[in-house]
């Protein structure tokens, strides 16, 4: 496959990246910052430097109008050009090579057999001594950065391939491998943060191997053939193995078996992680460049020159794979973000999964906010329902916002509905008071929303049920499906609650217990509670006092003072003891704006203002 390899001035400035396939895109631009094509090591590049063509076997560079510096093609300034395979330009300090360096995995049956194999154990390993400690050091420290920088997969495999290239200067090849399953799938590789630059050398239907990124020492047109044998040895083991094919280091003595026409020996270091499935470091060279004298032979050379290397790509191994098992399970933390509250979340960072998720019995707030106008909505936008879907969307983003920015977990979506509550995975004492802060939060958003004539939630409105008591929250369905939700009495309260919002005309209601601890614990300043009335839901057999959450007084588009709210408090009393004629005069001073009045005066005078004689101050709800 055709590459373009750029060396800077020194050997950890470089990189390989593989030429669009046939029918990829073909025309990239080259720069100091322009990614995957950057050369970010030197100044003398632009930011966009050159636009490079690829067509045909051939690559024409162009030099972009805001480049600064010149570049140069066979020694001569020149501003487009044509580069063949084998061909070079340089811009700044940095050589660009145009090579085609073929890979060809060798199969099983193909492979002649290795005359000496070693296999290391980890443990064994890490007791070797490095004889040139500090060299090492010296390159195994640009690691963590290396890894740490990288933008994406690929980028971590160059990277990562570069370092090794420094690091094991014996080395003619360097690869990144990746095994097959044996039930003949290929893995499926946690891909993270692929860039568009590469595409991956296919599986052979033979050898199983996948080369994800390699390199070589020089710009020789020379063959690489990665033993298949060596590779499946290694990954299925999980140690590292050593194959030589010649046992002479003299170069001058006719060899009896090689692995292919410039390789003597290769070895495989597998990267053991959830994240890496199959993956490996291989390394290969030949004799010519070790540092060793020819009487020597193979199993001297094998203990005394490349157990350094192995260990030095068992190190790089061992952190490459950490890295991607990080990465796998941050993105599996964040792919589960949606699906669970910032405070549940928090949660689980500190403890066991199961014990926070197990359900169990809490005192919790619970709030339902559903979407009002949605029918008619749907019934105008019926040739747009995409975008009524949108705006459905909007509107629950909207309530989920204000529920979890509170501290809230959002247990349930019932069509154009919410519900949310407070008080688990952690208890929580101010739970009433956070719902209903996130409860006048939404409801602002949605008023202030209806004023914008052309806002996409404007012709929606929001009624909300609040209510307080205990519950079983956690992990809760079948065994099949599960979610994080609440179950119990409590939860159907602030569903009906929500319901009555439309009988009584109020926005928000909620039950005794919250309107106590909001009386109790929230500041005027911030919330009031008015008593609306006492009713019989149908279907209940308990009378229940509701209450209406009110914005504070000073708060924009408040449509009540303190004064109004005490006045129809004052008819409600009277309503109960069935002084109905006092309560009719009281409620028409409460101004006209206020329709929650409505519903008192309307019962009264439909009942000709006289109380019943078995009048108890309960009123029987005709409807859900």
């Not at 073929?102 to 194999?117: I, Y």
């Not at 909505?377 to 009524?388: G, K, R």
């Not at 629950?396 to 154009?416: A, K, P, Q, S, W």
Request: one cysteine or more; hydrophobic letters at 40%; a negative charge.
């Amino acid at each position: 496959m055709p590459d373009l390899i750029a060396q800077g001035p020194t050997a950890n400035d470089r990189w390989r990246r593989p030429l669009p396939l046939d029918g990829e895109p073909s025309v990239f631009v080259l720069g100091r910052t322009s990614h995957p094509w950057s050369v970010p090591w030197d100044d003398r590049v632009s930011r966009q430097h050159a636009e490079l063509k690829w067509s045909a076997g051939r690559l024409t560079v162009s030099k972009l109008s805001e480049a600064r510096n010149p570049i140069f093609h066979r020694g001569l300034r020149k501003d487009e050009f044509e580069v063949g395979m084998g061909d070079h330009f340089v811009i700044g300090q940095t050589t660009f090579s145009l090579v085609d360096q073929r890979v060809r995995v060798m199969a099983r049956s193909e492979a002649p057999p290795a005359l000496t194999e070693q296999t290391y154990a980890p443990a064994q390993l890490r007791s070797v001594q490095y004889r040139d400690a500090d060299r090492r050091i010296e390159v195994l420290s640009r690691l963590p950065e290396i890894i740490s920088s990288s933008s994406g997969d690929e980028e971590l495999y160059v990277r990562v391939v570069n370092l090794l290239m420094q690091g094991i200067p014996q080395a003619t090849f360097v690869a990144i491998v990746s095994k097959q399953a044996e039930s003949g799938e290929p893995e499926k590789l946690p891909s993270i943060d692929m860039t568009p630059w590469t595409s991956q050398w296919p599986i052979g239907s033979e050898t199983g191997i996948r080369v994800l990124h390699w390199d070589s020492r020089g710009l020789a047109l020379r063959p690489f053939s990665p033993s298949a044998q060596l590779i499946h040895q290694a990954v299925a083991s999980s140690e590292s193995v050593l194959h030589v094919w010649s046992r002479s280091l003299d170069r001058n003595t006719p060899l009896q078996y090689t692995q292919s026409e410039n390789i003597d020996w290769a070895f495989c270091t597998p990267i053991t992680s959830e994240a890496t499935p199959g993956w490996a470091i291989y390394v290969a060279g030949d004799f010519s460049s070790m540092n060793a004298s020819a009487s020597r032979n193979a199993t001297l050379m094998i203990s005394d020159d490349l157990q350094d290397d192995i260990k030095f790509a068992e190190l790089t191994a061992t952190t490459v794979g950490t890295l991607r098992q990080t990465r796998l399970l941050q993105r599996r933390q964040d792919s589960l973000r949606p699906f669970f509250a910032p405070i549940v979340r928090k949660a689980l960072l500190t403890r066991d999964p199961e014990e926070i998720l197990a359900p169990r019995e809490a005192r919790v707030s619970v709030l339902f906010c559903d979407l009002r106008g949605f029918s008619r909505q749907s019934e105008e936008s019926a040739d747009q329902l995409l975008e009524l879907l949108r705006r459905v969307s909007d509107a629950l983003g909207v309530m989920t916002h204000h529920i979890l920015e509170r501290n809230g977990v959002v247990g349930d979506f019932h069509g154009d509905a919410a519900m949310g509550f407070w008080g688990w995975p952690l208890e929580q004492a101010e739970s009433a008071g956070q719902a209903a802060s996130a409860a006048l939060a939404i409801r602002a958003e949605f008023e202030q929303s209806a004023a914008k004539p052309h806002h996409p939630l404007a012709g929606f409105r929001a009624g909300l049920g609040i209510a307080t008591g205990k519950a079983v929250a956690g992990r809760i369905g079948t065994v099949d499906q599960v979610k994080v939700t609440v179950f119990g009495p409590v939860v159907n309260l602030a569903a009906r609650l929500e319901s009555m919002t439309k009988q009584l005309h109020a926005r928000i209601l909620v039950d005794e217990v919250t309107a106590e601890r909001i009386r109790r614990e929230v500041p005027r300043s911030v919330a009031r509670i008015r008593r609306v009335a006492k009713v019989l839901p149908i279907g209940m057999s308990t009378p229940l006092m509701v209450s209406e959450l009110l914005p504070p007084e000073s708060a924009t588009g408040a449509e009540l003072t303190d004064q109004d709210v005490a006045l129809y408090e004052k008819a409600l009393d009277s309503f109960q003891d069935g002084n109905w004629n006092e309560a009719f005069r009281l409620l028409h001073q409460v101004p006209a704006e206020d329709r929650v009045k409505d519903f008192l005066t309307v019962y009264i005078a439909q009942n000709g203002r006289v109380a019943p004689p078995d009048w108890n101050g309960t009123i029987r709800l005709p409807e859900k």
